[in-house]
């Protein structure tokens, strides 16, 4: 994605890069102004020369590192940053100040300008690092809301159920009655009935060799069952007693 342009950003560039160049410029050629009292074929020392270049330099690294940094949030960063940070600034200025100055006087500029003019070269490189933080903090504002992305969430894919069959009714099963063995008088009296068909109860019982209320009882289970003949079970004949 393309940046944001900000306008006066490249402005900026270019007044740190003037000012630092003539500061530099300015410290080197100080170098070169002879001392009262110098010979002719005075030259300066080259650890001289070195140093004039390092007070501008270590103005404008001091106040990128000020302005650019981000430094953390707490009392003790604050303290250490401009306790830290703003005597080398101080210090770095004060000298660069002082030979641009000194270099101005000894071209014969008068007094006002010679002693307003270097705060123009440094308060250049000075306002140009402000406006370039100024500038990045406005881009950094300016990309974030593009940045941002906004999460959609993903549409959730509703489970396919697949139909159940109905269910079937259980088959109540009808317990299978027991056939109990049929006993021993009831065979008799069965089989006695068989042979002697229209015969009374008292009569199948005595030749089958049970009771009557037994042959009676089997009799009419027999009849119920369809075991016995289809006739109907003989009434017991009754007994006529003569007074």
Not at 14 to 20: R, S, V
Not at 140 to 153: D, S, Y
Not at 172 to 178: G, L, N, V
Not at 204 to 232: E, F, N, Q
Request: aromatic letters at 6%; charged letters at 15%; glycine letters at 6%.
């Amino acid at each position: 994605m393309r940046k944001p342009t900000i306008s006066g950003r490249g402005w900026a560039y270019i007044g740190a890069a003037l000012g630092g160049t003539v500061s530099i410029a300015a410290n080197v050629a100080h170098s070169y102004v002879p001392p009262a009292g110098a010979p002719a074929d005075w030259s300066p020392p080259t650890g001289a020369v070195v140093g004039s270049v390092f007070w501008p330099v270590a103005l404008f690294v001091a106040t990128e590192i000020l302005a650019r940094v981000a430094w953390p949030v707490g009392r003790r960063w604050t303290a250490l940053r401009f306790l830290g940070l703003l005597p080398v600034a101080l210090v770095a200025a004060i000298v660069s100040y002082k030979h641009g100055s000194g270099l101005l006087r000894f071209y014969g500029e008068d007094f006002l300008t010679a002693h307003l003019g270097p705060l123009a070269v440094d308060g250049l490189m000075v306002m140009a690092s402000a406006a370039l933080l100024a500038t990045a903090h406005r881009a950094t504002a300016l990309a974030a809301p593009a940045a941002e992305v906004v999460a959609v969430p993903e549409p959730v894919a509703e489970p396919v159920i697949a139909e159940q069959p109905a269910p079937v009714p259980a088959v109540k099963k009808t317990p299978a009655k027991r056939v109990m063995p049929r006993p021993a008088s009831a065979e008799k009296v069965a089989k006695v009935a068989a042979k002697m068909p229209g015969a009374s109860a008292a009569q199948i019982a005595a030749k089958a060799g049970v009771s009557a209320s037994t042959a009676r009882r089997h009799l009419a289970a027999l009849s119920a069952t369809d075991a016995s003949p289809s006739a109907p079970v003989p009434a017991e004949t009754p007994t006529l007693t003569v007074a």
